[in-house]
């Protein structure tokens, strides 16, 4: 994207709270690489779905894959959808009950799914998906089959009518609440990586990229 | 609810992997109450949103909140929604990339959500959800003021029709993968609680309902 700033549309020009605002390439592509999930939500004659599906990005697109038996795949051919992703950083404990609120990092990215048709670019984007995942990853499992291959749908959106909402930092209590006697501050969430559990039928010595899953 | 167990209808019957799905009460109330925030979906003129917003549950319904002047708590009076919670447990290492997975909690409820319009449900709908957020909270802020709640809408919508999809445990490889060298077993993530950040103008001692915040 030779422009990094999107210019926001009908649809993703942020109303409330807009200072919290971001169109730009690096913050969206920021938010979708620290996923590992979305939620997309598109419709048909039963009415409007939302269903949660792994993803990943390669460029400017963001790809999602699954059964070509799948619904929502063969919907999404026929009808926009709304892609979400949202990280939760923690609560904002404010001094007044109403001032409370989250801070987040969500993006929320418009458009038509196109299928990825093309057996080389397919192929592609799920070993990009495979290095998504946990990298190094691709070299040591048994590959996908021409049969596994022609059995799943590669669809990707284009990154180019999205927005993110960014909440970070303290408390913004009213002036007037500033003294009254509530503790005030952050309460922090994060996504923890704990100890790798291996298959009790694994007889194969954790590699690096599998022992180096664990957070200090 | 009498029956704790409800009967799937068309939009709500799990298609892929149903061997996942679960239509039980105690199910869908676990995975609401595990989460701080939602991905509601729903329609208008410009199409699909998709939108996270706090979410809590009372008895047998979800509620949210927000300003009076939000679109999407107007839109959604106008048609039923599709709201989403995902729990993300764990990368699912099998021995071919193709068995690879995730583990996770799911929950989609389907319907109309209706406006909490009388006062005094209203309020305890929002101290309910500050009970949620932290228990011991309500009684140390200022409350909300008459002014406060006239511009917030709190809404609901009943878990009648809904449906969970479950996934734990390691990899499901077939049997001619077992044998492939590769590690095989399950990377853990779970949401964790970091230690409370003061606010940098906050002289009040930490109660034990913030202190306790961070885990061991």
Redesign the interface.
Known sequence: MNDPTHVPG??TRV??VATNAHYDTATLHAIIDAA??C?????DS???????T?CWRAGDHLYIH??N???MLRRLQE??????I?H?DG?V??????S?S?N?R?A?I?GRFEVVSDAAAQRQA?EQF?GR??PG??A??????YK?YAA?TVMRIALDEAACKVRSG??KDDEE??S???????????????????????T????AH?AG?QQA
Chains 1, 2 share one sequence.
Not at 39 to 43: K, L, Y
Not at 180 to 202: E, H, S
């Open positions: 009908d649809r109303r409330r590992y999930l939620h997309v939500a598109f419709g039963l009415g409007v779905h939302c269903i949660p792994a699954g059964s038996g799948s619904r009808s926009d959808a709304c892609v979400t949202t939760l609560l404990m404010a001094r007044s009950a109403f409370h989250m987040y969500s929320m418009y799920m495979m995942l946990l990853r691709q040591e499992v048994r590959p996908g089959s596994e799943t303290g408390p609440d500033l009254w006697p509530a503790w005030a501050g952050v309460l922090p969430l994060v996504q923890t990586r704990l100890a790798p559990v291996a298959d009790p039928a694994c194969v010595h954790a590699p599998i899953w």
